[in-house]
């Protein structure tokens, strides 16, 4: 099957014309019975390459082939071309680079990658010349995940002179492997005459000829050329595979030839791929085509590739090989690493100039290539290649330091900053507006990747008002998105006071829908979610960014990188809304696909935030297992996540009263804060101090800490650490009581209230003290509408309920007195006349008239059932209670050793707090009947007909509300 691309395929990814081979019937019937894995090892010369191209035109497959070499044993090089020729199948469109973010995940990525590359509709890969890998590369392990992807119905054919590696051991014991060997290959009688015949004729060569011939070759396709080409059909030294006799051979085939001819092949075999106008320029021969078509048709190991851009032609290896041994001279090879470097071919022309010290050359080169290495991951060719540069000629040119300066933020954002300082000051002095802005922002970006050190950051924030004074008009709006998402996220860490800043998040919110670069994007709306939230407190606007981020923000094709960016964006947000159930579902979502995508460098965040799970519920050791997960992480952890991982374990250790461990967290905090310089950081290594002191029982030192804390808290920038100060001051307060209680009470909610915030770390890892606060603010009447609003967001039951309906948000309310009615978070609950639950009701009124705690279910099934016989009441009560709970909420009645309850931390009932209040009056001043518990009076349940247990229950409740009366004014006498 022939393919085509709109653009040429470098000549690596280009197979051999099949024209010139010689059918192979008998082979052919091997490979068609091979399994999805094909192995042909044999020696140099032996007609692998040539057999797979035959088998190709014969069968027309379609098929992708693929040159090995040795600059595959960079894993990205190789992915980066194998993407490119999968582009033929798929409208143009690459598969993805192998970018740094995989690093981690390696495996996984060769899987999907292969996955893809099935899909495109390829159904065979070649990878010639395998032993050009060298042995410890890592696509060795890579192509062992990634070819176990193979589909039944695809193949891959690998061609080598050597055996597969190691690696595939688990490969080659599956069924789909099958070995081809130089013993497969050696041609026999027929192929060796049909071979001889088509470069000699027909009539000039008969079948005994050629078996004479075939056994002093040994079978050896190489070596019969040769021999025709030496005019050695009948006799001659024995030729075997052996290399040193090829040379031999190939030499005096050499000396046959006049000195033009001799220089024309040695100067086209320094160019890896042969094009005939690079030849004719290398070589000053008008007529370097048809000598090139001339060899192909001798075949004289050469062979024609055919591509979208026009032939190009290749020197076999050996022959490659034997031609570079007489070296061209110094000049010759400037010219041509001049020509390939013309001709696009930069990679070839980079290793000439390398070889000749010509390092003005090389570096010219590099500029142009360094672009497409970065952009395919190419990261560790491209540094080598920059190392090797003499000083001077980076300096020179400032986009060279820039690229040093990438290759090495992924693994050392510190060393990378270094070269991205030097190219900015380089771009500076020539009055490179995109250069300066470029490295402004790489520099800015390397103290994102260390997230340490921040203070040195400010130099370059500083800088930032003269570069724009200097550089008024930005070059693109990609650009301009760049310098404001780092000018509005570094400052908020250290400097959130600097005047400008919500300009600046406004103009990042206009440029936000236009930005093309999807990484950028994610990373622009994430600074601006954390701006609104964390230093803002902006809800509402945070809400319609994240709203309208999601819309345009991603589709199919975003990369995974960005899409787990957009994740980290969710969990914040989910968390911040105290939304566990949603941060639960983002967090999983997100280590499944970056196990599946194979991108685990924000695992660490996201296995650090699963802490927060079991820490919302108090499940011990579920805290104590996902803390332990996070060891792995903490080999050689970066400042930041040491911080905040030191600091999930402090908390543990506080709400466990684990006072040693308290110690040892805070101090591990405050060491790590120190380390990050964020604001933030040192704000929350102060209450840590604080804690501390409580736990070496120093409250002196703890009152000073938590002094310090609330001091610096207004200027932290962020106002949930400023809330966690708060609330910290709370609990001290009211250990203490008093006016500083109240005080501090009013102060942590009247701030909560101004900025909507819904959760903290305090509140999130002490849930039943926030119960109780809350429940002293509703007494107290503070913020009533946006502690009830907290109170439902958490889920917090009262440890004490309070008797008056409207003290608490109750999930359920029920009346009974002088009516009935049920109300679910404050609406009444209604049913259209055919619908009633008449049972599940009947139940419920019941369970209320014997008390609402501790009924008997024996009570309740012979009240309501007292025709049926004890299983059938029991299976009706089973039944109908199911139905109760569906109605009210799963939570709302207990069932425990046979006795049914409504909870009266989840539903309030006037009945049962008449029962309540005349067994425990409470804190009531009848006096003033504002604030009497006590429900309005009136009958239960009056318009329900006559039931036997419905008058002993109106009499018992009308008694005990008496009583309640009576025992309310005693205590209200007493105060």
């Not at 899909?119 to 890998?133: E, I, K």
């Not at 922002?441 to 390397?446: L, M, P, Q, T």
């Not at 006590?934 to 419905?950: N, R, S, T, V």
Request: hydrophobic fraction near 45%; include cysteine.
């Amino acid at each position: 099957m022939t393919v085509s691309s709109a653009k040429p395929l470098p000549f690596k990814l280009t197979p051999p014309s099949a024209e010139r081979c010689v059918p192979r019937p008998r082979l052919f019937e091997k490979l068609d019975g091979a399994g999805r894995l094909a192995w042909i090892a044999a020696p140099a010369g032996s007609g692998k390459t040539s057999l797979v191209s035959a088998w190709l035109k014969a069968r027309d497959f379609p098929a992708l082939w693929y040159h090995v070499d040795a600059g595959d044993a960079e894993p990205a090089a190789f992915f980066a071309y194998l993407g490119q020729a999968a582009s033929v199948f798929k409208d143009g469109e690459s598969l993805p680079p192998l970018t740094p973010e995989y690093a981690l995940g390696l495996p996984a990525f060769a899987r999907n990658f292969f996955r893809r590359l099935w899909q495109t509709g390829c159904r065979l890969l070649v990878l010639d010349d395998y032993h050009d890998l060298p042995a410890d590369a890592a696509l060795h392990d890579m192509l062992r995940h990634g070819l176990e992807e193979t589909p039944a119905d695809c193949r891959v054919v690998v061609v080598s002179r050597n055996e597969p590696p190691a690696q595939w051991a688990r490969l080659r014991l599956s069924g789909a492997f099958s070995r081809f060997c130089w013993r497969d290959l050696r041609l026999d009688d027929g192929e060796c005459l049909a071979m001889a015949q088509g470069r000699l004729g027909d009539g000039e060569i008969d079948g005994e000829r050629a078996a004479l011939l075939n056994r002093r070759i040994a079978g050896w396709a190489a070596g019969l050329v040769l021999a025709l080409e030496h005019g050695d059909a009948d006799g001659g030294e024995r030729l075997a595979d052996d290399p040193l006799l090829f040379d031999f051979f190939a030499a005096e085939i050499l000396a046959g030839l006049n000195a033009e001819a001799r220089e024309f092949l040695r100067l086209c075999a320094l160019l890896p791929e042969i094009r005939p106008d690079a030849a004719a320029e290398l070589t000053g021969r008008a007529d370097a085509s048809a000598r090139l078509e001339d060899l192909v048709r001798r075949n004289l190991f050469t062979v024609r590739h055919r591509a979208g851009g026009g032939d190009s032609y290749e020197f076999r290896p050996l022959f490659r090989q034997f031609l570079l041994t007489d070296a061209a001279g110094p000049e010759s090879t400037a010219r041509a690493a001049s020509v390939l470097c013309r001709h696009g071919d930069f990679e070839a022309g980079i290793a000439l100039f390398q070889a000749l010290g010509d390092w003005p050359a090389m570096a010219d080169a590099l500029l142009a290539l360094a672009p497409q290495l970065h952009a395919a991951g190419r990261l560790a060719a491209l540094s080598a290649w920059l190392d090797v540069l003499p000083e001077a000629e980076l300096e020179r040119r400032p986009w060279l330091r820039y690229f040093q300066g990438a290759c090495r933020l992924p693994i050392d954002p510190a060393g990378a900053r270094t070269y991205y300082a030097s190219a900015f000051a380089g771009f500076d002095a020539e009055g490179d507006a995109l250069g300066s802005y470029s490295a402004w922002i790489a520099v800015c970006a390397s103290f994102i990747f260390a997230f340490g050190n921040i203070a040195a950051a400010d130099p370059w924030l500083a800088a930032l008002p003269a570069l724009r004074q200097r550089y008024p008009d930005f070059p693109d709006p990609e650009l301009e998105a760049g310098v404001l998402t780092f000018s509005l996220f570094l400052p908020t860490l250290r400097h959130p006071d600097t005047p400008g800043l919500e300009a600046v998040a406004l103009r990042l919110e206009d440029l936000l829908p236009g930005i093309r670069d999807a990484q950028l994007k994610v990373a622009a709306a994430s600074n601006l979610l954390m701006y609104w939230l964390g230093t803002r407190g902006d809800n509402l606007r945070a809400e319609r960014l994240t709203a309208r981020f999601a819309a345009d923000g991603l589709g199919e094709a975003t990369p995974p990188l960005v899409r787990l960016m957009w994740e980290t964006m969710h969990a914040f947000h989910h968390w911040l809304n105290a939304d566990i159930a949603g941060l639960d579902l983002a967090l999983r979502r997100a280590l499944s696909f970056a196990e599946s995508s194979g991108v685990r460098i924000l695992d660490s965040y996201f296995t650090l935030q699963t802490v927060l799970i079991p820490a919302y519920t108090g499940d011990r050791e579920g805290v104590a297992a996902a803390l332990a997960g996070m060891a792995p992480y903490m080999a050689m952890p970066r400042s930041y996540d040491a911080f905040q991982y030191h600091f999930l374990r402090l908390l543990e250790a506080r709400a466990s009263g684990d006072d040693g461990a308290v110690v040892d967290a805070a101090r591990e905090v405050e060491r790590y804060a120190a380390r990050t310089e964020i604001l933030s950081c040192a704000l929350y290594a102060m209450l840590a101090a604080a804690w501390r002191c409580l736990a070496e029982q120093d409250s002196a030192g703890a009152l000073l800490e938590l002094a310090r804390a609330k001091a610096a808290a207004p200027g932290c920038g962020s106002v949930t650490a400023h809330w966690d100060v708060l609330f910290a001051e709370l609990e001290l307060a009211d250990a203490r009581g008093g006016e500083d209680g109240r005080q501090a009470l009013a102060a942590f909610f009247a701030f909560g209230q101004r900025y909507g915030l819904l959760n903290a770390y305090g509140i999130h890892w002490r849930r039943p003290a926030l119960a109780d606060y809350c429940q002293k603010a509703l007494q107290q009447n503070l913020a009533a509408d946006y502690v009830r609003r907290l109170i439902r967001v958490h889920g917090l039951l009262p440890e004490r309920p309070p008797p008056q309906a409207d003290a608490w948000p109750w999930p359920v309310r029920i009346y009974t007195l002088g009516r009935f009615e049920i109300q679910l978070d404050g609406k009444a609950l209604s049913f259209s006349a055919s619908r009633v639950p008449v049972k599940p009701l009947e139940l419920l009124k019941a369970l209320i008239g014997f008390g609402g705690r501790d009924v008997a279910q024996e009570s309740l099934a012979d009240a309501l059932w007292p025709d049926a016989d004890g299983d059938a009441a029991r299976r009706t009560l089973h039944t109908n209670l199911h139905r109760l709970r569906a109605l009210l909420g799963e939570d709302s009645l207990t069932v425990r050793d046979g006795r049914i309850s409504l909870d009266a931390r989840r539903c309030w009932c006037d009945a049962a707090i008449v029962e309540t209040l005349a067994a425990y009056p409470g804190h009531c001043a009848c006096a003033d009947p504002s604030r009497c518990p006590l429900p309005p009076p009136g009958e239960f349940l009056p318009l329900e007909p006559a039931l036997p247990w419905l008058s002993e229950a109106r009499a018992r409740i009308e008694r005990r509300r008496r009583e309640a009366i009576a025992k309310c004014r005693r205590e209200g006498l007493r105060r």
